[in-house]
Each structure stands twice: as C-alpha cells, then as structure tokens.
C-alpha cells in the first residue's frame, strides 16, 4: 500500500495487512482464531475454554480501543483511574482484545498484537514530548524492567518501543490490578494484500 494512502475504508474496514487479516479473524473467524490462541496457550500449561473477542467490532467500525476505551472494552472501566497514573494518554491502540472465561477480573483477558510482515516489527520509538509523558512511560518502563527481570540499561523507548509498551501493559494489569493478563503475538504468513512472509522468516 502507497504510503499516505487510507488505511481503511468508510466502514473502517482495512485494506491490507495485519489490520485487515485481524479484522477479518474476529468478525468472520473468530472460532478459528481462538483456536489457535487456546492451542499455544494450552503449551505454557494455560487452559479457557472461552474467548470473548471485544475488540475489534464491526459494529464498531473495526475501532482499536486505547486508554480509557480498552479498559472499556474489557469490561474493567474502573481501571481507568489506576492506567491515568501508569501511563499517559495516547498510549497503546489494541490490534484486538478478548476477554477469557466469562468475567474479565476472575478469568483474565488476552492483550493482541498483530504483524503480517518483519518490518512491522519495528517503528520510530518512543513519540511521548512533554516531561510529564516522558516521566511516567520511564518510570513505568522502569517498574515492568524489574518485574520481567531485565537489564535496567536496556532501551524500551527504541525501535521496538511498541513491543515494550504493550510489554508494560501487561505487567500492569497482573502487577498494579492483579489481573491475569496474556499478550498475543498475532503473526499472519503469507499475506498476499501487503508484504508475503513466511514461517521461517
């Protein structure tokens, strides 16, 4: 797709790429996607037998919920209050959401980011410019660092920014709210509408 061209359509549905391929999971696969999801859940010793998806909804136009709005989405609004204080506004806009189970606060929720091609892998970085942004995505980086156990000198606010952001979000909902929180690398091969990639790559 030519750079600067829409992304989606009038009805917010995707035109190419890992945007398109989640959109057309959750509203007309979603028994297959949560297959898949259930699947590698099940080999880390991890077993729902429901996935609700939340986001995104065509009845919605395909919105990817951000701040507020997925907390929203989950059923879990009154966080809202507690991800003010973790991280600025303009944070992460979920490719997609599901709730586990029947109720997001007892069976946990599943955080989903999508790529379709390696160099949506990386981006530009932390964009945040006021000190009061900048302050708090440190000091919250710096608590996720602690509690995954990684090396404090490491750089989340590079080029993969956005992999460390959601990162962060996850150590929020299951550190900061007590919430069992699962983030899902969505990889689509083979997708014809943008860049075609395969397994190995």
Known sequence: MAEGAPRTDELGRALAGSQMQTQIYVARRPKDLSSSVQAALREIGVIYDTVRWVAPLEGKRFLEPSDGGFLEALGLGDLSGELAKFWPSG???????????????????????????????????????????????????????????????????????????????????????????????????????????????
């Open 91 to 201: 944070g992460p806009a979920w490719d997609a959401l599901a709730v586990l189970g029947t109720n997001a606060r007892r069976d946990g929720v599943l955080l989903v980011e999508a790529k379709s091609y390696l160099q949506e892998v990386y981006g530009a970085g932390c964009r945040a410019r006021s000190q009061e942004s900048l302050g708090l995505i440190a000091s919250s980086l710096k608590r996720a660092k602690a509690w995954y156990h990684a090396r404090q000198d490491a750089d989340w606010t590079g080029r993969l920014y956005q992999y460390a952001n959601r990162l962060a979000h996850v150590y929020f909902f299951r550190e900061v709210c007590r919430v069992q929180a699962w983030l899902i690398n969505l990889l689509f091969t083979d997708d014809q509408s943008t860049q075609p990639t395969t397994v190995d790559e």
